[in-house]
């Protein structure tokens, strides 16, 4: 065969081979773009806050799709992309009970130029939250779980009573926990919300790994390390993409406990016993906001993460220290009274917002007077206050409202007998009923 006709062959062959693809290419863009996957936990409803997630099957560009994704009725949110995973964190919580739907509109295409021919949408129905606690948690602690209504409870954890504390991840679907291990030190452990798939995240050897806390978008986790040369504990990140662990600080003389993220991941606070302040931490342009408190506590974010509620103690005319309510402002650093939960000559704990912003729980008792605290229900405009406890012979502690609102759940222990173990205890804020969801059980949290 002449060199003349095997060019010929070779050309036809390739114009073949294009034409070929180009059918093929013609063919897929007007079978237009592949519907993607709706992902729902294995129980069919996600939680309260989230994520909502779409799976495509093939390669697509962000811009080309988000502008088309909404989720009705409106609710605002982020979404955040890995690979071909859109997944969409609400800036407040859902409502359970209600119907939901993910919409995903005609026009959206992928990055072969198929575009959507059709638009879809996926209804679904976010699931109530439901309580954990510290079960037998003077004796023998592992993690328990309540619906907070009649079924009765279930045990989580198997761990011989060595479970110390733990954590919901924000999507509900998991909980980290620390674990006494043989060392003396404790390891940091996850389980699915049904209690399987126990698996150690890391191994702390004789450190012990404490106060877990999980990013809003659950890509890290937050806590508290005490080690040798860090006795009053230093605050570590767990990378749950790579399973890598470090300090937050190359400055290891930082110490900290209580790590806590803010409600959309934009900053971290904590606790610095060495220096009595409470660190915040901007972590979009590294900025610290230092408040000095001698309260050994956190604070507490605004919706809108652009405040934080403390506490702070001050000398009054009877000899005993007021704990009164301060605000910082994030934006400014600027620190002030919060006028509207001032209540005199009280002694305070940590105040937490209420869901919507419209409210605030706090326990406190007079000075002159109770012995205990109490819970109360304070509006944050200042319009008013009322009690939600009234028991002179408890203490109150741990309280922490239900993310969608409408409910508190918190501990309470007798303090007449020494055999006394604590409750877990749950308010209804529309009726203003109080019931109790287990007895000997401590330190509760909402699963969403």
Known sequence: MTPLNVRRKIILLLTGITAL???????RKYAGMPAPDFVLPAGGQPGVLGPLILDFQQAVAKEKVEPYLSVEPEVPGTWLWEFNRAVFWPAAALQPGQVYSVRLQRGASDSFGRTLKDSMSWPFTPRTASILYLGEAANRPEIWLSDGVQSQPVILTDTGGRVIDFAPYPGGEHIVY????EQGGADLWVIHRDGSGAQRLLDCGADACLQPAVAPDETVITFSRRTSIAPLGEIWMFDLTSGKSEPLYADRTIAGIQPNWSPRGHSLQFYDP???EIRVLDLHDDRVILIPTDQQAIGSWSRDEQTLLFTRAESSEIGLPIVRIYQADLGSGEISLLEAA?????DASRPIFSPDGQS???ALRPLAGAQ???LWLVQADGSGASPITDDPRASFAAYAWDPAGGRLVFQRLQLESSQSRPQVMLWNQIDGSISIVTEDGAWPQWLP
């Open 21 to 27: 693809l180009g059918i093929v290419l013609g063919v």
């Open 178 to 181: 620390s674990v006494q291990n």
């Open 274 to 276: 060495e220096f009595s």
């Open 342 to 346: 001032d209540l005199g000559a009280v």
């Open 360 to 362: 605030l729980v706090m």
């Open 372 to 374: 205990n605290k109490q």
